[in-house]
């Protein structure tokens, strides 16, 4: 049975900061790995997806890694802003399904 | 092109009455996936459909959830009768094979 989990659950940085997101899964039979944010009462924004035959994925501030084999992944946040304060979740796709993290919540302080 | 779209985005009910939800997937998106998130955790699966048919629905209580996905496109979950428990915000989601999710605003049910 694939479990997902996110280190660390809460973290809170000063602005400028650059910051590492840890996800981890048992299973390495996965299709793929994606990143989303959730802003608090709001649904699921797709930040990055992974392939499983990918080794990582770059959009903007954000670089996200996947390692199969150690069944781990992370999530860069290159110079922290206080609009990145939200929810991050990681996910992974495999024959049984998506399987989510229970996410870190992140606080960038001004 | 158009995100997956949900209604209403706020519902407030008493305990044991009624409550439904729309959900209307990406076109093309054959996967449609309803989910219960409550507060400080992660989604959790409801029920999950291919087209018009249940591919999952392990995790759907039944006795007092349904969802039904007519023609392959827009879905609906009701729950009858609603308990205090059911208080969270319900996701839509869908998806085109293994290209991953998108996921509508979500629905924020309270029950009173």
């Known amino acids: 049975k694939q479990e997902v989990t996110q280190i660390p659950a809460a973290l809170s940085v000063p602005e400028g900061e650059n910051l590492v997101l840890n996800c981890s899964f048992t299973?390495?039979?996965?299709?793929?790995l994606q990143w989303f944010r959730q802003d608090p009462g709001k649904g699921l924004t797709s930040l990055l997806l992974i392939q499983s035959s990918q080794r990582e994925q770059t959009s903007g501030r954000l670089n996200a890694s996947l390692d199969k084999s150690s069944g781990r992944s992370t999530l860069y946040i290159a110079a922290s802003q206080p609009g990145d304060s939200a929810t991050y979740l990681c996910a992974v796709q495999g024959t049984y399904k998506y399987i989510f993290g229970t996410g870190t919540r992140l606080k960038v302080l001004a | 092109e158009a995100g997956v779209a949900q209604s209403p985005r706020y519902k407030i009910i008493e305990k044991r009455q009624s409550v439904a939800f729309w959900c209307n997937p990406i076109s093309g998106h054959a996967t449609l996936y309803w989910y219960q998130q409550i507060l400080g955790q992660g989604p959790k699966l409801l029920i999950q459909?291919?087209?018009?048919?249940?591919?999952?629905d392990s995790q759907l209580p039944k006795d007092r959830f349904s969802a039904e996905r007519l023609k392959g496109v827009d879905s609906t979950l009701k729950i009858q009768p609603a308990k205090l428990e059911d208080s969270a915000v319900y996701l839509c989601?869908?998806?085109?094979?293994?290209?991953?999710?998108?996921f509508g605003s979500g629905t924020r049910l309270t029950v009173v």
């Open positions: 459909f291919q087209n018009n048919g249940v591919v999952d």
């Open positions: 299973d390495s039979a996965i299709y793929n």
């Open positions: 989601a869908s998806s085109l094979e293994q290209d991953g999710y998108t």
